[in-house]
């Protein structure tokens, strides 16, 4: 397949409706109207709309549409590009797509390749793009607006300064190297030094805010743990709004891990339930209880659900004690089959760390008022994750690895003396302008390319 092959897809969902849209790109992208039916290829100097009739190579009217035309100097993808906005009929779509095909020069485009032509045309940056992955992708306010500020280039333009400020340094240094045998000024020596540390100290900033972003973008993992029959499948379904989990009388109910995502006041959260611990010898269970301590030790909070009606309750809390879980919430459920003196007394005298940390959260989940006080306690604990318009992030896992990168041969250049070693200080400066240079895609990253546009959909 040739780059230089113009491209087409259909831009929207499949299925019956009243428009869709079919995205053409490239050299003869605005032959279309002649391929249907015009005697003459209209000029574009400016995005253009047009009415016009489809006709298909036996002169059969294929559909009324709409054609919107972009010179390559002013669309997305930096390439000429047509869209046929027509009627979201399966017959018309199919219609138009089998004779697009059917043309010299033309295929149907791959999962992302319009975003890919734009990145290689300079219209996007490589964090831009992951930015536009991110807001198809968003499902709440806040996975909104970080995926905006990533997508309009904001974190870019910052790491691109900070790569130019490299070069800048560098530049500075070849100074050092050429007059290596004269006695520069203190303050030159010095001074980029200091440069160098604040740039650190810039990217750690960067780099320690890297959990939230992720965070926020793949959703905070709250694992709901707890014995046997306490009523963690309730609080599931009274946080979805609908039967999820099966719940019954009946302890083991729950043997897998049953999850669902939800919007927490803007905060993406993925909530999952666990196999109820207690001793057995059924191995289908016990491999449950197996999987819901792997899930509490990997989630960011745990939601630890106790039945406070049982004489034994503080006997389970010991037990979860013993657990690698970390911000954990006591929920203290069934709190209405107990005298609320009787389990305040029995709080006062239990010794947990886990219930120190956090007051907890006692009601009984089958009312709704104790699913809300236990959704603003949530929302309280997890108010860390806010953004405001000065917030930019990194939001993966290879953003951080990079930055951390930048630091590592920043620092390594530190201890250097640059006096007498400024040779090897400029080859640690090029080692962190590079893996700068791979985050701007200013540096090759074609395996990165590959993983960020299999994941687009077609028309994108």
């Known amino acids: 397949m040739s780059v230089a092959d113009t491209i087409f897809a259909l831009a929207t969902p ?52 709409m054609l919107l035309m972009f010179p390559d100097t002013a669309s997305p993808t930096g390439e000429d590009i047509t869209e046929i906005q027509c009627h979201g009929s399966q017959a018309v779509i199919q219609s138009i797509m089998s004779h697009l095909s059917g043309l010299e020069g033309f295929r149907p485009a791959k999962p992302g390749e319009f975003s890919l032509r734009s990145f290689n045309n300079g219209k996007v940056g490589l964090l831009d793009l992951e930015g536009l992955a991110d807001l198809i992708d968003a499902e709440t306010t806040l ?5 905006m500020d990533l997508m309009s280039g904001k974190l870019s333009e910052l790491l691109m300064s900070y790569r130019e400020e490299l070069i800048s340094i560098s530049s500075r240094l070849e100074t050092i190297i050429d007059f290596s045998d004269e006695d520069l000024p203190k303050d030159v020596i010095q001074g980029q030094s200091h440069r160098i540390q604040h740039l650190i100290d810039q990217i750690k900033v960067l780099v320690d805010s890297n959990k939230i972003a992720e965070q926020i973008r ?3 993992k709250i694992a709901l743990i707890g014995p046997v029959n306490a009523g963690k499948s309730t609080i599931l379904n009274a946080f979805a709004k609908r039967d999820v989990a099966i719940v019954s009388s009946i302890a083991g109910t729950t043997r897998d891990v049953i999850e669902v995502r939800l919007d927490l006041h803007g905060i993406p959260v993925i909530l999952k339930d666990t196999a109820g611990v207690r001793e057995s010898d059924d191995f289908v269970e016990n491999e449950g209880m197996k999987r819901a301590r ?34 954990s919430l006591v929920i203290l459920n069934k709190s209405d089959l107990v005298s609320r003196e009787e389990l305040k007394n029995k709080i006062k005298q239990t010794h947990s760390s886990i219930l ?21 306690r949530l929302s309280e604990l997890l108010s860390y994750i806010n953004l405001t318009n000065s917030d930019l992030r990194l939001t993966r896992s290879w953003h951080k690895s990079s930055c951390l990168c930048v630091i590592q041969a920043l620092e390594r250049a530190l201890v250097l003396d640059i ?36 994941s687009f959909c077609i028309g994108k």
């Not at 996975?143 to 995926?147: C, D, G, K, T």
């Not at 940390?357 to 006080?373: A, K, W």
Request: glycine share 4%; net charge negative.
């Open 14 to 65: 499949p299925g019956q409706s009243a428009i869709a849209i079919v995205r053409i790109s490239g050299a003869n992208a605005h032959n279309i109207p002649v391929y249907f039916g015009m005697t003459e290829k209209p000029h574009i100097d400016k995005p253009t709309a047009r009415y016009q009739r489809l006709k298909s190579p036996d002169n059969q009217l294929i559909d009324e549409v």
């Open 143 to 147: 996975q909104h607006q970080q995926a």
């Open 356 to 376: 120190k940390e956090n007051n907890p959260v006692i009601g009984s989940f089958i009312d709704q008022s104790s699913t809300q006080s236990l959704i603003d």
């Open 419 to 454: 006096a007498v070693e400024p040779e090897l200080i400029a080859e640690e400066l090029r080692v962190a302008c590079d893996a700068l240079g791979r985050l701007t895609g200013e540096v090759a990253v074609d395996d990165l390319l590959d993983n960020i546009f299999s």
């Open 294 to 327: 792997d899930v509490a030790e990997d989630s960011d909070f745990s939601l630890l659900v106790l039945d406070s009606s049982q004489p034994n309750w503080t006997e389970s809390l010991c037990e979860f004690e013993q657990w690698d879980i970390k911000n």
């Open 218 to 220: 793949s959703g905070v």
